[in-house]
């Protein structure tokens, strides 16, 4: 089964809209941030959980990534948890994002 986005609400604490078009451009904006900001990016897929007993898909995601301004010497993490709420007919109605840590300073070398 495949995961639909209808008229999608995202909320979280530091942005809320609606809209598939709206989706669109803050996952690209996003993307392109990352890749202004740095040289190398990574996604990783944590975790997937379907709750049955709610209707909800949670997916607990990092984005780590070597900044630009400091070359090949840290490496910055972003950590969250991405839960869905999808109606019955398998559209995603809400996207709820909850950020679970963010490494302010990076502390991981690379050797």
């Known amino acids: 089964n495949s995961i639909l986005f209808c008229s999608i609400k995202v909320v979280a604490k530091f ?3 609606r809209g598939i078009a709206s ?3 803050a996952i690209k904006t996003f993307i392109n ?9 990574q996604l990783d897929i944590i975790n997937i959980k379907k709750d049955c007993d709610h209707n909800t898909v949670t997916i607990h995601w990092r984005v780590s990534g070597t900044p630009r301004i400091t070359p ?3 490496i ?6 991405s839960t869905f709420h999808p109606d019955e007919e ?4 809400l996207h709820v994002l909850d950020k679970r840590q963010v490494d302010k300073t990076p502390s991981l070398f690379i050797t």
Do not use: A, H
């Open 15 to 17: 942005i809320s809209f």
């Open 23 to 25: 989706y669109q451009l």
């Open 33 to 41: 941030s990352l890749k202004l900001l740095y040289s190398y990016t």
């Open 72 to 74: 090949n010497t840290l």
């Open 76 to 81: 910055s993490v972003f950590e969250g948890v």
């Open 90 to 93: 398998g559209c995603v109605k």
